[in-house]
């Protein structure tokens, strides 16, 4: 079994099995909680998309104290109160 630091240390090396594996394990339950923000799927997607791009792009911002799954609520999130900001704006 694989653990979060060392999926996150192989994502430094952009591999995506790495990517695959945290994103099989976290992905439903931070759907569920986007969904329950949004209610809406498009929206759902919109976010999980930039978090895990932004997972793909910047490993070194989702490792810490913390575990993974901390991380990467706090960025769907973040990300979340930041496109209802722009959709507001609109």
Do not use: H
């Not at 099995?17 to 799927?41: G, H, M, P, V």
């Not at 919109?46 to 960025?75: A, H, K, N």
Request: charge should be neutral; glycine fraction near 2%.
């Amino acid at each position: 079994m694989t653990t979060d630091g060392q999926l996150l240390e192989r994502l430094k090396f952009r591999d995506r099995t790495a990517l695959e594996s945290i994103y099989d394990e976290y992905y439903l339950l931070l759907w569920k909680a986007c969904y329950r923000k949004f209610n809406d799927q498009a929206e759902c997607e919109r976010v999980l998309t930039e978090v895990f791009r932004q997972l793909w792009e910047c490993p070194q911002q989702f490792s810490g104290d913390r575990r993974l799954v901390f991380y990467l609520i706090e960025c769907t999130n973040n990300t979340m109160a930041r496109l209802k900001r722009e959709t507001q704006c609109q």
